[in-house]
Nanobody, 118 residues
Framework: QVHLAESGGGLVQAGGSLELSCLVS????????TGWYRQAPGKQREMVAR???????TYADSVKGRFTISRDNEKNTLYLQMNALRPEDTAVYYC????????????WGQGTPVTVSS
């Protein structure tokens, strides 16, 4: 079973940047799709960005142009570079995977909190 572990969250001022990391316990290229989700206080979980094994990316409209999803295949690590952060980006960020391309996101990390102050 593949396990995911996020890191890199923290407290930043509006306009600042953070890079989140997600370490995959196995080979990241064995996962059909990986991605990042977030959940803000009192709100529903939201898809932030997705990356397929074929390098197709998808972004939520709210983060497009500010966030970039990428991976390092040798390190088996998924990244989310977050720039121009806004207070509304405050949330717990989760790494997740749809390992077999079934559109069932069966693998989840524990989350890393991001707080953006104004």
């Amino acid at each position: 079973q593949v396990h995911l572990a996020e890191s890199g969250g923290g407290l930043v001022q509006a306009g600042g940047s953070l890079e989140l990391s997600c370490l995959v316990s196995g080979r990241i290229l064995d996962l059909s799709t990986t991605g990042w989700y977030r959940q803000a206080p009192g709100k529903q979980r939201e898809m932030v960005a997705r990356l397929t094994v074929g390098e197709t990316t998808t972004y939520a409209d709210s983060v497009k142009g500010r966030f970039t999803i990428s991976r390092d295949n040798e390190k088996n690590t998924l990244y989310l570079q977050m720039n121009a952060l806004r207070p509304e980006d405050t949330a717990v960020y989760y790494c997740a995977a749809d390992p077999n391309g079934t559109k069932r996101w069966n693998i989840w990390g524990q989350g890393t909190p991001v707080t953006v102050s104004s």
